[in-house]
């Protein structure tokens, strides 16, 4: 069975910066497309950067020059790196991947716990 573990959310100041982390179980990342959402409070959980086919990448275009996905295969896991953070970058995160590239209409059925990242002075 599946299970994806984010980690590496905290509180930060404005401009600064985190990188979460996405270590997954019963799931090769290496044949899997990898994604990062998030969901803050009272709004829908939303795509903000996925990893697709040869490599390529997409972010949302709230988040686009500021974060930067990646995947280390051997060690199974994928990363958001953040940068230049805002206090609307502030929710929950989550990860997820499947067989087929993601994209931002794409359904899952199950999500791990998330990491909180709240940005604020």
């Known amino acids: 069975q599946r299970q994806l573990v984010e980690s590496g959310g905290g509180l930060v100041q404005p401009g600064g910066s985190l990188r979460l982390s996405c270590a997954a179980s019963?799931?090769?990342?290496?044949?899997?497309?990898p994604g990062w959402y998030r969901q803050a409070p009272g709004k829908q959980r939303e795509l903000v950067a996925s990893l697709n086919a040869g490599g390529s990448t997409w972010y949302a275009d709230s988040v686009k020059g500021r974060f930067t996905i990646s995947r280390d295969n051997a060690k199974n896991t994928v990363y958001l790196q953040m940068n230049s953070l805002k206090p609307e970058d502030t929710a929950v995160y989550y990860c997820n991947a499947r067989r087929t590239p993601i994209t931002p209409g794409t359904q899952f059925a199950s999500w791990g716990q998330g990491t909180q990242v709240t940005v604020s002075s």
């Open positions: 019963g799931l090769i990342f290496s044949i899997h497309y």
